[in-house]
């Protein structure tokens, strides 16, 4: 962020407070009440002091140019305040590292991102993840951020571009929120919306300004995830089309009777497919290329529900899929999407 040609930290300074921000990607950790009570009378006090702070200080010395935080505060104040905010920093980033991992978490449940290995680290508290690549990539992507860069100017312009970035999504998430389901009255909405998104694109376009000076990385690499989520979404589409359209009908199933023209060999198939209704061609696949087929056949289908617990009894659903003599189910397992790991099923892919 800049005031001219006045740097200020992105680092070390109150906006170290705002990686809290990132809690709201996964209020499984903390209640609603105590995220609103924690930005109104902890976050939200720091920040109008630190910012209101430094601008004061920049109106009374406008020839600084380095390090505006720490020149605007006591000499005295140096070293403590310095360790609060190394402190405060650290927070953040692990705020931010456990976030992303909610994210892509959710994401994945939703069918917009390629799914990753996700490890559950705590039995006891719903959300506690760890997803290895993405570790592993934050850490290549910061530390060749900063290698290429090493400007605090250049990381302060992509600081600035990816907050304000953050802002104008919440604005317009919220506004859908306020249309569809508060569903208030459009004229307040539009009032909203003027003046708000209108407020944040100032400030936007003031940022894309200096897209040169370390904004432009942010920007390459939000297109490169939109188009990493784009080309999922839509293949993932097309996929399960594909599945409903090629699915084996019933009149099939029972010209082979139940036996389904092959050997029912002891023991019980699973075989994993994303239809909820109907056999899928796959299974076709396997009748005319396996010598024998088990006795009993289960299809399971995983869907994720938007619901902080799902109970017990409604976690497994089964029901017949052919008559009782061809001893074949469907089962519809149903799980939360920021919930527990699933039990470990051998799936016949």
């Not at 740097?7 to 499984?28: H, Q, R, V, W, Y």
């Not at 929120?177 to 004229?187: C, V």
């Not at 407020?199 to 297109?223: D, Q």
């Amino acid at each position: 962020m800049c005031i001219h040609d006045h740097k200020i930290s992105p680092t070390l300074m109150p906006n170290c407070f705002t990686g809290s921000e990132a809690m709201f990607a996964d209020l499984c950790y903390f209640s609603v009440g105590s995220v609103q009570l924690t930005f109104v009378f902890l976050v939200l006090p720091c920040l109008l002091l630190g910012y209101l702070g430094q601008a004061a200080f920049l109106m009374e010395n406008l020839t600084t140019s380095e390090q505006v935080f720490f020149s605007s505060i006591p000499s005295w104040a140096f070293w403590p305040v310095l360790l609060v905010a190394n402190i405060a920093a650290l927070i953040a980033s692990r705020t931010m590292t456990t976030a992303t991992f909610s994210c892509i978490k959710q994401s994945t449940a939703l069918g917009c991102f390629p799914r990753l290995k996700i490890i559950h680290t705590s039995r006891k508290f719903m959300g506690q993840i760890y997803v290895p690549v993405i570790n592993w990539f934050l850490l290549v992507f910061c530390l060749a951020f900063v290698a290429t860069f090493g400007s605090i100017t250049d990381i302060g312009n992509a600081y600035g571009t990816a907050e304000l970035g953050i802002m104008m999504m919440t604005t317009i998430l919220v506004t859908i929120i306020m249309l569809l389901i508060w569903q208030i009255n459009i004229f307040i909405v539009l009032l909203f919306v003027i003046f708000f998104l209108g407020l944040e694109l100032v400030f936007f376009t003031s940022v894309l300004g200096s897209a040169e000076a370390g904004s432009w990385v942010l920007l390459i690499f939000a297109a490169i995830l939109f188009m990493i989520m784009y080309i999922w979404t839509y293949g993932s589409k097309l996929k399960y089309e594909s599945e409903v359209k090629q699915k084996l009908s019933m009149d099939l199933m029972m010209e082979l009777g139940c036996n389904l023209g092959t050997i029912r060999a002891p023991g019980i198939s699973l075989v994993y497919n994303e239809l909820v209704k109907g056999i899928p061609a796959i299974f076709g696949h396997f009748l005319t290329t396996l010598p024998a087929i088990h006795s009993m056949i289960i299809f399971v289908c995983i869907k994720y529900v938007p619901v902080p617990v799902v109970p017990q009894s409604e976690r497994f659903l089964f029901r017949r899929v052919c008559p009782k003599s061809y001893h074949m189910f469907r089962c519809i397992a149903r799980w939360m999407i920021m919930g527990g790991s699933l039990v470990r099923w051998s799936f016949i892919r």
